[in-house]
């Protein structure tokens, strides 16, 4: 079968007890995805690197960085040396995004660029083939347990059709209100990475909500 993953959100984790459930989701998803908020691109602050050089001594999984942060040419060098297997910026908080792209892949990491719902999604067409994961917010970012936004499916598709064109394998991601009853229209539409917290981390069996979450994506 072709390629679609969760990526749990740690944010609806309990962060008192951020390694137990780590371990829940621990090799039910390839990319763990840590939230780094700082109070100026969005209206809340998260947490930052020293929980993630933290939390990479006791996992394997691949950590996916979604810095939501303005001026983050000044800290990927931080994030990366952190443990991040993936670092994604956004689009609106760079100047020089291919400059960025370029740094972030000669420290070792993927690079993933992400778009806000108020950003025309065309703005991100430059970026085809030369990002590995393109993150459509599905949300406005800022925080967890909000409602998926449905104009975001129009996006997406305008984003699989430019990416199906040029043949390229940069991955459509969307972070932000996925949920069992919706997974399989934003599958549909073409995201193959569904970012996921509460969803995931609220349920009574987080690897269950994932292993649900990729079948009712898949459903024919
Ligand atoms: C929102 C974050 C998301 C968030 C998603 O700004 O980027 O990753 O954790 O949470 P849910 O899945 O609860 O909408
Ligand atoms: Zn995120």
Excluded: W
Excluded at 23 to 32: D, F, I, M, T
Excluded at 57 to 69: G, N, R, V
Excluded at 111 to 137: C, N, Q, R, W
Excluded at 163 to 191: F, H, P
């Amino acid at each position: 079968m072709s390629y679609i993953d969760i990526a749990p959100s740690i944010l609806a984790a309990d962060f008192g007890y951020l390694m137990r459930d780590i371990k829940k989701v621990e090799g039910h998803a390839e990319y763990l995805h840590i939230d780094v908020m700082d109070g100026h691109y969005v209206n809340n602050i998260s947490f930052g690197i020293p929980v993630i050089q933290s939390i990479r001594k006791y996992t394997d999984m691949k950590f996916y960085t979604h810095l939501m942060i303005t001026n983050p040419e000044k800290y990927i060098k931080a994030f990366a040396d952190a443990g991040s297997d993936n670092i994604t910026f956004h689009l609106e908080c760079s100047d020089d995004p291919d400059k960025l792209i370029e740094e972030i892949n000669a420290l070792g990491c993927t690079a993933g660029i992400s778009i806000h719902p108020d950003t025309p999604v065309e703005k991100v067409f430059p970026y085809i083939g030369k990002v590995k994961i393109i993150l459509i917010m599905t949300v406005y970012p800022g925080f967890g347990g909000q409602g998926y936004l449905p104009s975001s499916n129009e996006r997406i598709a305008k984003l699989r059709r430019a990416i199906d064109e040029q043949g390229a394998d940069t991955i459509i991601s969307v972070d932000g209100g996925i949920t069992l009853g919706n997974v399989k229209e934003v599958y549909d539409a073409g995201a193959r990475l569904f970012v996921a917290g509460s969803t995931v981390f609220n349920a009574e069996d987080p690897a269950k909500a994932i292993e649900d979450l990729k079948s009712c994506a898949t459903l024919s």
